[in-house]
């Protein structure tokens, strides 16, 4: 079972966007919209950003947007700011197994 | 207030097996399908195991199947691993499918809202 293709590492500077992508297959993000992201700081358990592609939960901030096309999500950070460096995690629904996890993007603010 | 606390952590030798449970408190846990995530050290999150509110369906990865068993009861979610192996050692995590809004019993969100804190598993002889 693959798991999702992220970058290792994606950088920027304060107040720049940035975007991570995620790559999977027709059996998972090309095939239906249930790619959610979640946020990981060091030490803490995963948190909930964004869901079926591109819906915000209630208190997250609108700094975080999803979006998919084919077989890649995105999820674009705006406004960077320093408490947004943490580990990045897209994750899907997959027919094959039932959930699968991408390989996680480390953002930097510089 | 919603909350997930995972417990029976531990070192363990290899091949020998371990139970986890995951207390669930401040929601209506029978109607939420749940998961199983881990984390080994240094790595990215690894989805382990899943099964529905009613127990009818349970999942499981590849590289624990046969050897780990989710259940759950009215109060507490379970996984039993059994031949544990090096590559087992992680934090494993138990989370609620929901996407942190309302969720319908019954209807799948495949959407990971509220984690526990998790539990280090570490097998080693």
């Known amino acids: 079972q693959s798991a999702l293709t992220q970058p290792a590492s994606v950088s920027g500077s304060p107040g720049q966007s940035i975007t991570i992508s995620c790559t999977g297959t027709?059996?998972?993000?090309?095939?239906?919209?249930?790619v959610s992201w979640h946020q990981q700081h060091p030490g803490k358990a995963p948190k909930l950003l964004i869901y079926?592609?591109?819906l915000r939960p209630s208190g997250v901030s609108d700094r975080f947007s999803g979006s998919k096309s084919g077989n890649t999500a995105s999820l674009t950070i705006s406004g960077l700011q320093a408490e947004d460096e943490a580990d990045y995690y897209c994750s899907s629904f997959r027919s094959t197994s039932r959930y699968v996890f991408g390989t996680g993007t480390k953002v930097t603010v510089l | 207030q919603v909350q997930l606390v995972e417990s029976g952590g531990g070192v363990v030798q290899p091949g020998r097996s371990l139970s986890l449970s995951c207390a669930a408190s401040g929601f209506a846990f029978h109607t939420y399908p749940m998961h199983w995530v881990r984390q080994a050290p240094g790595k990215g999150l690894e989805w382990v195991a899943f099964m529905s509110y009613d127990r009818e369906e349970e999942y499981y990865a590849d590289y624990v199947k046969g050897r780990f068993t989710i259940s759950r009861d009215n109060a507490k979610l379970y996984l039993q691993m059994n031949g544990l192996r090096a590559e087992d050692t992680a934090v494993y995590y138990c989370a609620r499918e929901c996407t942190g809004g309302v969720c319908y019993t019954g209807v799948d969100y495949h959407t990971l809202d509220v984690w526990g804190q998790g539990t280090t598993v570490i097998v080693s002889s």
């Open positions: 027709s059996s998972d993000i090309g095939g239906y919209n249930f």
């Open positions: 079926d592609v591109s």
